[in-house]
Each structure stands twice: as C-alpha cells, then as structure tokens.
C-alpha cells in the first residue's frame, strides 16, 4: 500500500515546530529567539506561535534570561513505556482541548493493518460522541472518518478496502457506487475537511482533517447533531487550524 500523500497547513506548522524542537535539543545550554529565527528562518510571528505551542505542550521551557531549553515532555522521549504514556496522555489533552473549541466531540483514527482503528476520542455530556450503529471498520466509504482514511491511500489501497468492505446503504444519503466514490475521493483537496451529510447515520454531521506522520494514515474527525449542521465547516476549519500539535505529536 502506498500513501497518496500531500502536505497540509498542519503537516507544515508541526515540520516547522520540529525543526524549532530539534534547534532547542542542540543547544544544551539554551538558545533564544533570535537564535532560533536564524537557524530556522523562521519569521517572528511564526516562531512565536510554534514556542507557544510547545511550551503548552511541555517540549521546551524558557529560563528566567528569555533563552528556552527543552521541557520535560522532550525528555520523557527516551523512555519507550513513559514514551506510549506520555504520548497518550498529550493526545488526550490535545483532543479535549478541540473538543472544547470546535463544541463537538472529537476523534483520533488511525488505518493499520488495512482497517479503520478510532484509537482515543473526546466527548462529554453537551458533546455527545455519535452512536456506533455499524463498526467504523465497515463503513470507511460513507464516514468522514473513512473517507480521509482512504483518501490518504493510493488507488489500490483505497479498491483493496472496498474489495473487503461491502458499500452498504446505511442512510438515503451513502454513496454505495464504488466509482461515484473513488472519483470523488480523488476529487477531494487535501487542505479541505471531508464531509459526511448524514451519509453515516440520520441526525449526524461529521468532518475529517488528515494528520498523517510518516508512514502512518491518520485523521481528526468530529461530529454533531443535525441541527448544529449550520457550525460545521467552521468547526471543521477550527479542528484543522488546532491540528498541529496533534500531528506534532505523532510525528516525534
């Protein structure tokens, strides 16, 4: 399987924060801001925002003279137990922070082993997770999910999965046309959020942003009822905009 990758804006804030991270870890004794717009090249405005995001999340700390040193998330890196722990546990706080920001409950997906894994999501009682009426694993082509799972295949990926999976009609809305599908899937830009219109299930909306690390398929997704419908591209714009340090995450 190949992946039909393509670069996002959170592919490219977590490269930058990356090499921001990478240019701290060189510099034992710390470094400060000017230093790191040098060596990154990157502008001011950019930077800032890049140090404040791994501040947050606990890659770097700033000394009391302004220089900035690595946290201790950075160092927690080396262990591979207190790696997956603390991986998970940024994770968490990653998607319950979008989940308070998009007012909807978000999801981290995965495709491994040709299936569809929802690995961590976020919910809570004004933002309801939707009801898994039928396994995700088996309803790639009428998710959001699914959809920018698969999207982020090639052509043969994407027909080896529905070669396995049966396009069942679950609502009036489902594409169940493999072709109708892959010309759409095609057709779909990877800067732009993948939408299900009640395609899964009646009475739910739901967008998808790809966060791909390496050789790895992943996407945010979340989902609302149908009559929240009028907030869901900007919901899914604010999901893509607080991707990055998700994808960040997953990519260290």
């Not at 404040?52 to 009391?64: I, K, P, T």
């Not at 699914?146 to 982020?152: E, P, R």
Request: aromatic share 4%.
């Amino acid at each position: 399987m190949a992946l039909k990758h393509e670069s996002t804006a959170p592919y490219h804030s977590a490269q930058d924060a990356l090499r921001v991270l990478e240019t701290v870890a060189r510099h034992t004794t710390g470094v400060t801001d000017a230093e790191l717009a040098r060596h990154t090249g990157l502008g001011t405005e950019r930077l800032t925002a890049l140090l404040r995001m791994l501040r947050r999340e606990g890659y770097v700390e700033q000394l009391a003279d302004g220089a900035y040193v690595t946290g201790e998330a950075f160092g927690r890196l080396g262990s591979a137990h207190h790696r997956d722990e603390a991986l998970r546990g940024r994770l968490q706080r990653n998607l319950d922070r979008l989940r308070d920001s998009v007012g909807a409950a978000v999801y981290l997906s995965r495709y491994v082993d040709g299936e569809i894994h929802v690995t961590q999501c976020a919910e809570g009682p004004a933002t309801p997770a939707v009801n898994e009426w039928v396994d995700f694993r088996s309803a790639a082509h009428a998710s959001a999910i699914g959809k920018s799972l698969l999207g982020q295949l090639d052509l043969n990926g994407r027909r080896d999965h529905l070669s396995r999976h049966r396009m069942a009609r679950l609502t009036s809305r489902t594409i169940t046309n493999e072709r109708v599908l892959l010309s759409r899937l095609d057709a779909q830009a990877p800067t732009v959020p993948v939408l299900d219109l009640q395609e899964y299930a009646v009475g739910t909306v739901c967008a998808a942003v790809p966060v791909t690390a390496g050789s790895t398929v992943g996407c945010l997704a979340l989902s609302l009822p149908v009559e929240h419908a009028h907030r869901l591209r900007e919901a899914a714009d604010t999901l893509n905009r607080g991707a990055a340090p998700v994808l960040l995450s997953l990519a260290i």
